[in-house]
C-alpha cells in the first residue's frame, strides 16, 4: 500500500510543528482597532473608549500594538504592511477601520465598514482579503449621529443604511499575499469599480515599524532607508533593531513619502512638534494637499513608515492591479513572470489541502462557507503584548499613569506578561484574547492546524498567563472576571480531533495541560465554593445579561447559587476525569487522579439535583439568597437551565478493564451513596460494557430535551436560543431591595446596557453552546440508540432517535448561512438585497450571535472565532445543500 499523500500545505505545518513556536515568522498578526482598547489606555478612571480614540489613532504612536487594514506583520510585530486609501472626498486617510465606541452606538461598540476575510492557510502562505471602500464621502458622522440617536428598542444603522452603496459607487479592494517562501512575501492589490462611472481612487500601500524606541524597549532604532531603484522597480530597505534586513519591492511612481511612526503632539496634545515627520504626515500631505510637507516627506530618505503613492482611475466595470513584494531577499527582478507563478500555485495548495479536508459530498454553497469560515479563523490571529506591571507603572519620560490605576483594573495581575500571536474573537470589536472564546476557536482550529490550537491551550496555563492561585485571565477589560472552565473540554476535542482527522494521538499534550488545569480547578473550587457545598458561582460566566439582574454586580449581602456554575464545574471535573483516564492507558499513575475527579463530578451531580432542580416546572433555576436570610427561585428559562445537559460522558469498557482501581472506587461511591441515600449520577452500562455517566437520570433528560426542542421554548429556525421565548408573554419579574428588576424575550439585540449592551443572551442563539448540546446529544445516542425517541418538535408526532435530532439542529445553524432558493441567506437579515448582487453573492459573514426568530446576524460582524464552529458543523453534515 502506498504512503499516504502529504499535501505541500501540511508539509509545512509539520514542518512548523518542529519549532518552539508553532507559528510562520509572517502572517495576518496586525490587529483591526488598537485604538479604545484597555491597553492603550492610561486614564485614571479607566475609559478606555475615549482615552485613546479613532480621531487620534492617525496622529497619535500606539504604545502595545498597531493596527491596518489587511494588513501583515511578523510574529513580534516590528515590521508591519497594510494598504491606505482615499476617494479624493474624505476628510481623512482611510488607514483603518472605523466603528462606534460604546457610548456612540446604540446597542455598543461596532465596527461600521463592509471587509471580507476570502481565504487564508494556516501557514499564511496563501491569503485573500476584501475591503469595500465607497466613492462618495465616508459617512462617518452620519453614523454617529443616526446610532447615537437611536433607542435600544431600534436596530443598529449600519453602513448599508446610509444608501452609498445603493448604485454600486465604491471599490472593490482586493488584496491577496502569496508566500514565494517563508520571508518573500508577494503582495498583489487589485483595485474593481463596480460602478457605471468611472473613479479615482489614491493607493498607499504603507510599511512601518511598530514604535518601541519611545518606552525603551530597544537599544537601537530600526529604520527604512530607500535604495537606488532597480528597473521600473522602487526599493526600500527595512533593517530591524537586531539588523535583520527586509527589502520592499514597488512599481515606480511620481510620489513615495517617507516619515516617522512617531506622535503628532501638536495635534494631539497642543504642544509644538520637534520635526514634521510625525504619524499623520501622509493624511496631511495627501488629504490636506500640504505641498511643502509633501516636498519634505518626499525627499527624506530614511525613516520609519513609508509609502509609495498610486493615483487611479479605474475605468467603469474595470479593475487596476498593483504588485509588490516584501522579502528577505534581494531581488533583480521581484516582479517577473514567476511573481504571477507563486499566486497560481499557493491557489492551488491551498485549494489541495482544504479539498484533503472537506467531505466528499459537500455543495459548493456548503464549501464556500466552510472555507470562510476557517479564512476568518486564521485571519484573526494577532500579535498581542500586554505587560501590566509596566502598564501600571507608566514609562520613563514617557506615560505617566495617575495614582489611581494603581487600585484599578487589573492590579493584582502584574505578572501578566504577554506577547504572543492569539486567536482574537473579532479582530475589530473584541481584539483581545478571551479565554472561553479561544477554547472555542480551538476546535475549528484543530480542524486545519491542531499543533496551533495545542499551543493557543496550553499558553492560557502558562506562568505569563495564569496567576499564582491558578486563574486563568478572562480578558483585558478584567482579568480577574470568571470565565467558564472549558479548558479541559477544549484540551480533549482537540486530542480527538487531532487523533481523528491527522492520525496523532498526542498523550504529552493531554498531561502537559492536565497538571495545570488541577491548578485552575483548584482555584475555582477554592475561590467559586464559598459555602462548601458544591454549588457554585462566578458571576456573569460570559453570559452577559442572561439574568434578572447583573450577576457579577449582585446587591450588597446577597449571594447567588448558580445552575451554570455549578454545571460547568461538574462538566470540569468529567473532562478531567476523561482526560485523566485517557492517559492512564499508557500511564497508570493517573488511575488515582480519575478517581478524585470522578468524586468531584459525583458530589456536584448530587448537589446541583439536589438544591436547584424544580420538580414543578421539571427544570434548573438559580437560587437567590439576600441579606436578611431568604432565598428566592429565579424562575428564569434560560441556557443556564439547559447547561446541565453538557455533563455526559462515555467512558468505555476497554478503559474500565485495565484500571480495577478506579473500577473498585466507583463501585464503593455508588453503593455507598445507595445506603446512605444520596443522589448519585446517571450511570448506566450497554450490552457492550461501556458506561454513560451523567449529571441526571433519563426521565430527567427527557424532561429537559422535551422543553428544548418546544418552538414556543428554545428552538428556533437557527438553533436553541439562550432565553425561552416563553417569556415573550411571561416575563420573570423580581423587587429587590426596593428595586424592579426583569426579564423578558428578546430575539434581537439588547435593550439594556448590562456589560455594555454590545452582546444579547434574553433570546437569540449562540452557536457555541449550540455546539455543546449537539455534541451532547451525540453522546447520549451513543448509549441510548433507537431506544430514546422523542418528538422533534416538540409538538410534533414524529418521533426522532437523539442523533436525528442532532443532525436536526445542525443543519438548521449550517441553513442560516446557506444560500437559500431566493438568493438569500438567513444571517445577511434585510441586507439581502446586497449580497444577492451577483459579485457579493458569495460573501459571508460569521457574526457574534443571531436572531432568535430570524436567524439574521447580530452583535460583532466578524467573529469568526466562534462562529466559525460552523465549519466543524458542515463536515458532519456534507449533504445539506
Known amino acids: 500500500m502506498s504512503a499516504k499523500y502529504i499535501s505541500i500545505e501540511q508539509q509545512r505545518l509539520n514542518t512548523n510543528a518542529q519549532k518552539e513556536v508553532p507559528l510562520e515568522k509572517w502572517g495576518p498578526y496586525l490587529s483591526e482597532r488598537q485604538w479604545g482598547t484597555v491597553r492603550e489606555d492610561y486614564s485614571a478612571g479607566g475609559d478606555a473608549w475615549n482615552y485613546f480614540t479613532h480621531e487620534q489613532s492617525r496622529s497619535r504612536v500606539y504604545r502595545w500594538g498597531e493596527d491596518g487594514i489587511a494588513g501583515i506583520s511578523d510574529m513580534h510585530q516590528d515590521l508591519c504592511f497594510a494598504i491606505a486609501m482615499w476617494n479624493g472626498k474624505d476628510a481623512i486617510l482611510k488607514e483603518r477601520l472605523f466603528g462606534l465606541t460604546n457610548a456612540e452606538g446604540n446597542h455598543g461598540e461596532d465596527v461600521k465598514e463592509l471587509y471580507y476575510y476570502l481565504d487564508n492557510t494556516p ?111 522602487g526599493l526600500v530597505k527595512a533593517t530591524t533593531e537586531n539588523s535583520d534586513s527586509y527589502y520592499f519591492y514597488y512599481p515606480v511612481t511620481d510620489t513615495t513619502l517617507m516619515t516617522e511612526n512617531e506622535t503628532n503632539t501638536e495635534r494631539v496634545f497642543g504642544y509644538p512638534n520637534k520635526s514634521p515627520f510625525v504619524k499623520d504626515a501622509f493624511h496631511d500631505a495627501i488629504v490636506n494637499d500640504n505641498a511643502e510637507l509633501k516636498r519634505k516627506l518626499q525627499n527624506k530618505k530614511t525613516g520609519t513608515k513609508f509609502s509609495p503613492v498610486y493615483e487611479l482611475l479605474i475605468a467603469a466595470k474595470q479593475s487596476q492591479v498593483v504588485k509588490l513584494r516584501l522579502s528577505k531577499d534581494e531581488l533583480q527582478s521581484p516582479f517577473d513572470e514567476n511573481f504571477d507563478i507563486v499566486f497560481a500555485n499557493r491557489k492551488n495548495e491551498a485549494d489541495e489541502f482544504y479539498n484533503n479536508l472537506m467531505p466528499e459530498n459537500i455543495s459548493a454553497d456548503a464549501a464556500n462557507i466552510q472555507r470562510q469560515a476557517f479564512a476568518g479563523l486564521l485571519w484573526s490571529k494577532q500579535f498581542y503584548k500586554y505587560d501590566i506591571e509596566r502598564w501600571l507603572d507608566g514609562d520613563a519620560h514617557n506615560i505617566n499613569p495617575p495614582v489611581e490605576r494603581k487600585y484599578g483594573r487589573n492590579t493584582g495581575w502584574e505578572h501578566l506578561k504577554i506577547a504572543d500571536v492569539l486567536s482574537m474573537p473579532d479582530k475589530w470589536e473584541y481584539p483581545w484574547f478571551a479565554s472561553w472564546d479561544l477554547c472555542f476557536h480551538c476546535i475549528p482550529m484543530a480542524m486545519v492546524d491542531p499543533v496551533f490550537a495545542k499551543n493557543q491551550l496550553i499558553l492560557l496555563c502558562r506562568e505569563w498567563f495564569m496567576n499564582p492561585a491558578g486563574q486563568i485571565p478572562a480578558y483585558e477589560w478584567s482579568f480577574s472576571d470568571v470565565n467558564p472552565p472549558i479548558q479541559a473540554w477544549a484540551a480533549l476535542e482537540v486530542y480527538k480531533i487531532e487523533k481523528e482527522i491527522h492520525g496523532n494521538a498526542d498523550i504529552h499534550f493531554l498531561k502537559r495541560i492536565f497538571q495545570k488545569l488541577m491548578l485552575n480547578f483548584t482555584w475555582w ?357
Open 123 to 233: 501557514t499564511h502562505y496563501y491569503m485573500k482579503y476584501l475591503y469595500k471602500y465607497p466613492q462618495a464621502a465616508f459617512p462617518y458622522e452620519q453614523l454617529v449621529e443616526m446610532n447615537r440617536n437611536r433607542t435600544k428598542t431600534e436596530p443598529e444603522f449600519e453602513l448599508l443604511d446610509t444608501g452609498i452603496f445603493n448604485n454600486n459607487n465604491y471599490f472593490d479592494v482586493q488584496v491577496t499575499y502569496a508566500k514565494n517562501r517563508s520571508e518573500d512575501i508577494c503582495i498583489e492589490i487589485e483595485i474593481t469599480n463596480p460602478g457605471d462611472q468611472d473613479a479615482e481612487i489614491v493607493l498607499l500601500p504603507a510599511l512601518w515599524f511598530r514604535n518601541q524606541w519611545m518606552f525603551d524597549d530597544m537599544l537601537q532604532k530600526p529604520v527604512l532607508e530607500i535604495q537606488k531603484p532597480l528597473p521600473d522597480t
Open 525 to 881: 473550587a477554592n475561590r467559586e465554593d464559598e459555602h462548601e457545598n458544591n454549588i457554585f458561582s462566578g458571576g456573569f460566566l460570559g453570559l452577559d445579561n442572561i439574568g434578572v439582574l447583573d450577576r457579577n454586580s449582585l446587591p450588597p449581602g446577597t449571594y447567588m447559587e448558580q445552575v451554570d456554575a455549578t454545571a460547568w464545574m461538574g462538566m470540569y471535573a468529567l473532562n478531567l476525569m476523561e482526560m485523566a483516564l485517557e492517559i492512564a492507558q499508557t500511564d497508570n499513575s493517573y488511575e488515582d487522579a480519575a478517581t478524585k475527579f470522578y468524586e468531584h463530578f459525583v458530589l456536584i451531580a448530587g448537589s446541583l439535583n439536589e438544591t436547584l432542580w424544580d420538580a414543578n416546572d421539571n427544570f434548573f433555576y438559580d437560587r437567590l439568597h439576600t441579606s436578611d436570610g431568604n432565598s428566592i427561585e429565579l424562575r428564569v428559562r434560560s441556557i443556564v437551565g439547559l447547561s446541565v445537559l453538557f455533563n455526559a460522558a462515555i467512558i468505555k469498557n476497554e478503559y474500565l478493564q485495565k484500571l480495577p482501581d478506579f473500577k473498585k472506587r466507583m463501585e464503593y461511591v455508588k453503593n455507598y451513596g445507595i445506603a446512605h441515600y444520596k443522589y448519585l449520577p446517571c450511570e448506566q452500562v450497554s450490552n457492550n460494557g461501556d458506561l454513560l455517566i451523567s449529571f441526571i437520570h433519563q426521565e430527567r433528560l427527557v424532561q429537559l430535551l422535551t422543553v428544548m426542542l418546544d418552538e414556543n421554548e428554545f428552538l428556533s429556525p437557527g438553533g436553541i436560543r439562550a432565553l425561552s421565548k416563553f417569556h415573550q408573554q411571561h416575563p420573570f419579574y423580581l423587587q429587590l431591595n426596593h428595586t424592579n428588576y426583569s426579564i423578558s424575550y428578546m430575539p434581537g439585540e439588547s435593550d439594556n446596557n448590562i456589560f455594555g449592551g454590545n452582546s444579547n443572551w434574553r433570546g437569540p442563539v449562540w452557536i457555541q453552546l449550540n455546539c455543546l448540546l449537539i455534541q451532547t446529544l451525540y453522546h447520549q445516542y451513543s448509549f441510548y440508540g433507537d431506544s430514546m425517541q422523542l418528538s422533534f418538535p416538540s409538538d410534533s408526532s414524529t418521533l426522532y432517535n437523539l442523533q436525528q435530532i442532532a443532525d436536526a439542529l445542525s443543519k438548521q445553524i449550517i441553513a442560516a448561512f446557506l444560500m437559500d432558493d431566493s438568493g438569500n441567506r438567513a444571517v445577511h437579515g434585510n441586507a439581502n438585497w446586497f449580497y444577492s448582487q451577483p459579485e457579493n453573492k458569495e460573501l459571508v459573514l460569521f457574526y457574534e450571535y443571531y436572531h432568535g426568530d430570524t436567524a439574521q446576524g447580530l452583535g460583532a460582524s466578524h467573529q469568526t472565532g466562534w462562529s466559525s464552529l460552523v465549519a466543524a458543523l458542515i463536515t458532519k453534515q456534507p449533504s445539506i445543500s
